[in-house]
């Protein structure tokens, strides 16, 4: 194995291979259609060709160059920060990325990982070969169509959710210019495709809430409770402290979101509260909802309960598969949709700030019974005209 040092080019060896840098921009030297690295012990034309072109590219587009991170790797590692490994050093996560809660951190990484996140899937490279100056809102969009195609149309217009603040942060930290992803619509759903987190039928969710019973899964029916009526999100039901039990009323706090928290208090409804006190939940626990053992679910350990059992009811022939905990917030919202209640106060309930956020709830909705109501309004008002 032969390495060649050259002016402005650094090498780094991996699995036996010599790959090379630009050193200005950190950006390995490939062929720009395969991406595959270009050996100059063999391909020396070839090898100084593309070095020529890069560096092209340097002096093309000097406004252009990021103050700091080149590639969009680099720009990952600056925002979220870095593990030391490989004999690199670590990178500590901006305190812009700490901000975030740890269930969007998370969610973020299933994204912009640079070796497991879809980007680095759909686009089949390392993202060490993505220069930050060439991404444009035209790049944006195919990388958006490639992940919906391999991963789906939600995770496709997530990517698109994910690099809106990854880039504004690096725009406005000097690593790039602008922000390519700010105007990209997003994917229409496709009509054949089934809703996510359908709500549940009432059937479904008594039977649900009695397997829980029979098992002596008492945490796992007061979180079914939680979010059946009273709208908990599972970072919600995993996190109130016992104190926002305060019979007749439950105070609690949503913890998504990075904006200043308001506390919602209101009445619990009554099967709720009835729950809450046939299970008697424990005081000085840690949280309101806790597991056999005394102690708090984490997020995943709860929807692995949940999905156990969902599976042998469904086995039982008691539900329809496709149920989530999530879906039993739809089936509050439907409900209160379906009662009139009007949108402010169904945002209440449901701890929304947006109209946004509201409409997606009132998807399962009768829309029949509304139009009909509207009609009813309607015919009152034309015989009064008429007399």
Known sequence: MTTIRLKGVKSFVKGGITYYYLRKTGVRIADPLTHKPIDPATHLADFTRRLEDMRAELVALPAALPAKAATLEDLVHHWR??????????????????RLSPATRTSYDRVIDPEEGHIRKALKRPLNTVPLHLITTPWCVRLRDKVAKRAGFWFGNYTIKVLRPAFKWGNLYGHMVGNPAKDI??????????????GWAA???????AGAIERGWEGIALALGLSRWAGWATGDICHQPPEAWQDPRIAFIRRKG???????????????????RDIDPDMDA???????QGEPYTEDGLRSMIWKLCKDLVDEGKVKPGLTIHGLRHSLGKQLYDLGIEREGRKAVMSHKSDAASIVYERDGNRSAKADAAIVVLNRSLRKRKK
């Not at 920060?81 to 700490?98: A, H, T, V, Y």
């Not at 619509?185 to 359908?198: A, N, S, T």
């Not at 059937?203 to 809430?209: G, Q």
């Not at 840690?286 to 056999?292: G, I, K, P, Q």
């Open 286 to 292: 840690r949280t309101l909802v806790t597991n056999e």
């Open 81 to 98: 920060g870095r593990p030391g490994k490989n004999g690199q050093p670590g990178r500590e996560p901006s305190p812009d990325w700490l």
């Open 203 to 209: 059937l479904e969710y008594e039977a649900m809430y």
């Open 185 to 198: 619509p997003e994917l229409e759903r496709p009509e054949d495709m089934p809703d996510q987190h359908r």
């Open 258 to 276: 990075r904006k200043k928290k308001r506390v919602t208090d209101m009445l619990a409804a009554a099967p709720l509260a009835t729950i809450l």
